[in-house]
């Protein structure tokens, strides 16, 4: 039995299953707003790509994928960020949705064999990046994002000791769950940090087609870097995926670009590791890359649901617009995240994710504590059925 897998902690769904454990709820329909699961409706002419295919399912698939989804998503990518090159064949992959890549990108790049690695994660974060450094042999370290520096990550929270034995960081912008997108400098600090230590930053930005301002999309590490002249993108690999920008979330399809020298390493894990997409699912994936006038509809759907619910949820709550996401991070009195949640599912039945969940206590401070993370993944009327739910319990 592997004995690294004695340090993971609860997954925060199992988390809060349990602290739902024995209430009664009103007779009120369900509205989850806990987990970032896209509700919006897959487009058809994915699916009839998908079904168009079938006869894929005959053949085995090679791990790097078909030229041809390699080669679209590259052209995404350039058309996205604006860049001058990025090579479709050394440096970009297709990947079975970010969340898997996340975790075996860490076992790829983490080396258990030198003292006390440490892997860096903001904090709070998305849980698969402990999961994936613990079971890499590594140790996690923590850069907390507070509000009080706007949720953008203190670097100087980590001693030198610790940023030389730093061998890989991740980051999230747009943010999971503050909804913060990083500007130029820290992309800037990040690259610096990076070039002296030597360590690989895994840059997750699943949610950078969810934004507010058509005419003023999130920067991503790829567009940094080339900005920055960099545009080898030594150390630096982003995640992305079609879950949250195609409403395809059990597609289970993503891709990955940068280091052309760490995707390298990268395939070879892919190969043994058997993570190869499905042919049908390559086909419906290149179609979804090359149409964008459905990731506008989309983005226009989310900020309708903002537009009707942040301003009800902040009569009550401080809840301020993110700068990109699909999330609210609301603070609730008192510090007492679990008693809101708890108190909310048993009022209300509306379910949202207490904030401690999705952080560790790093200098003295849990920096989820006292917050809740409220997804607006249903429809506009059921998130506006919701906040008014919201606002009664708080009322109350």
Not at 75 to 87: A, E, G, Q, T, V
Not at 180 to 190: H, P, Q, S
Not at 202 to 223: K, R, T, V
Not at 269 to 284: D, F, K, W
Request: aromatic share 10%; with cysteine; net charge neutral.
């Amino acid at each position: 039995m592997n004995l690294r897998l004695g340090a993971l902690q609860p997954y925060p769904f199992e988390r809060y299953r349990a602290l739902l454990a024995g209430l009664t709820v009103p007779a009120k329909p369900l509205i989850r707003l806990s987990i970032g699961e896209p509700q919006h409706a897959t487009p058809a002419f994915v699916r009839t790509a998908l079904t168009a295919h079938l006869e894929g399912l005959s053949a085995y698939p090679l791990t790097a994928g078909l030229d041809a989804l390699r080669e679209t998503m590259a052209d995404w990518f350039r058309r996205r960020y604006s860049l001058s090159r990025l090579d479709a064949l050394t440096q970009v992959l297709p990947v079975l949705g970010s969340r898997e890549a996340l975790f075996a990108f860490a076992q790829t790049v983490v080396d258990a064999t030198r003292p006390s690695p440490l892997v860096v994660c903001p904090n709070p974060f998305y849980q698969i990046y402990e999961g994936a450094a613990l079971l890499a042999g590594a140790q996690p370290a923590f850069l907390n994002q507070t509000a009080d520096r706007d949720f953008d990550l203190d670097f100087e929270s980590l001693s030198e000791e610790e940023w030389r034995r730093t061998q890989m960081i991740y980051v999230c912008s747009p943010g999971n769950p503050t909804g913060r997108v990083f500007g130029l400098d820290t992309w800037r600090e990040l690259f610096e940090r990076s070039d002296r230590y030597g360590f690989v930053i895994a840059s997750d930005e699943c949610y950078s087609e969810i934004y507010f301002d058509e005419a003023a999309p999130p920067i991503g590490g790829l567009e940094a870097a080339h900005r920055l002249g960099r545009d080898d993108y030594r150390n630096l690999v982003v995640f992305t995926s079609l879950s949250k920008r195609s409403n395809v979330p059990g597609l289970r399809s993503g891709g990955v670009a940068g280091d052309a020298t760490l995707l390298a390493r990268f395939l070879l894990y892919r190969t043994y590791h058997g993570s190869a997409m499905s042919l049908p699912v390559q086909h419906a994936s290149i179609a979804a890359w090359r149409d964008e006038a459905h990731v506008r509809d989309n983005r226009a759907r989310y900020r309708a649901k903002f537009a009707a619910v942040q301003p009800l949820v902040a009569s009550v709550l401080e809840a301020p617009l993110p700068d990109a996401s699909f999330y609210l991070w609301a603070r609730v009195p008192d510090g007492g995240d679990e008693a809101f949640a708890r108190g909310l599912f048993a009022a209300q039945h509306v379910a949202v994710l207490p904030g401690r969940y999705l952080a560790r206590d790093a200098r003295g401070v849990n920096p989820g504590n006292g917050y809740v993370r409220i997804a607006l993944v249903p429809e506009l009327d059921t998130c506006v059925e919701a906040a008014r739910r919201i606002v009664e319990f708080c009322h109350r």
